[in-house]
């Protein structure tokens, strides 16, 4: 099993749509979760972090934790078109002093 | 605050050259990384530094040396440059291992 696993999609929605963007993790222990945005042809910037069990709200983008089925999951409210880009998972594992990146799952929103 | 820039942009090499990528962060951050991302693919971690003087290689380290004498810089060097080194070459930086990490523009490296 993968450290972390996305589905690379494309995941397609239309404009206004919730787009729910998923990505499991193999170790139990890892700590922090993050999710990145990476236009095509720039590089990753972070939406969102977390830390702990539950949901924590950014404006239209809502980060949801899971650490017993160890899941992280992204939602973003209200697509745009300007949402279109790729989502990267990253989490943190136990004992590494490194982010463990996902492949990324490619959005894209339809007006 | 700059963030983490990067240089060059864009680099076109032959088949056995060399060159370093400069990657500078001025944030006093303690960790810097060194990605690289085919077309498609996730990040892959290449070498990764937590402090002035410590280096460590992650996880595609083959072909590639770093050096971290300063806080501020973490240059990557390529030497005998191969086709398969061919890709987008990310710097990023972050004040621990579990936080957020910055990311520079990229370099853009084609070997030919």
């Known amino acids: 099993q993968k450290e972390v696993e996305q589905n690379s999609g494309p995941l397609s929605v239309p404009e206004g749509a919730i787009a729910s963007l998923n990505c499991t993790y193999s170790?139990?222990?890892?700590?922090?979760f993050f999710w990145y945005r990476q236009y095509s042809g720039k590089s990753p910037e972070l939406i969102m972090f977390?830390?702990?069990?539950g949901d924590k709200e950014d404006g239209r983008f809502t980060a949801q934790l899971n650490k017993a089925s160890q899941y992280v999951s992204l939602l973003i409210r209200d697509s745009q078109p300007s949402d279109s880009a790729t989502y990267l998972c990253?989490?943190?594992?136990?004992?590494?002093?490194?982010?463990?990146f996902g492949k990324g799952t490619m959005l894209l929103v339809s007006p | 605050n700059a963030g983490v820039t990067q240089t060059p942009k864009f680099r076109i090499l032959k088949i056995g050259q060399s060159m370093t990528l400069q990657c500078t962060q001025d944030?006093?951050?303690?960790?810097m990384y060194w990605y690289r991302q085919d077309p498609g693919m996730g990040l892959k971690l290449i070498y990764y530094?937590?402090?002035?003087?410590?280096?460590d290689k992650g996880e595609v380290p083959n072909g590639y040396n770093v050096s971290r004498s300063t806080t501020e810089d973490f240059p990557l060097r390529l030497e005998l440059a191969a086709p398969s080194q061919t890709s987008v070459y990310f710097c990023?930086?972050?004040?621990?291992?579990?936080?957020?990490?910055?990311f520079g523009p990229g370099t853009r490296l084609t070997v030919l």
């Open positions: 990023a930086s972050s004040y621990g291992s579990s936080d957020t990490q910055y």
């Open positions: 170790d139990r222990g890892s700590q922090s």
């Open positions: 977390i830390y702990s069990n």
């Open positions: 990253a989490v943190n594992r136990s004992g590494y002093s490194t982010l463990t």
């Open positions: 944030m006093n951050h303690n960790y």
């Open positions: 530094s937590v402090g002035a003087g410590i280096t």
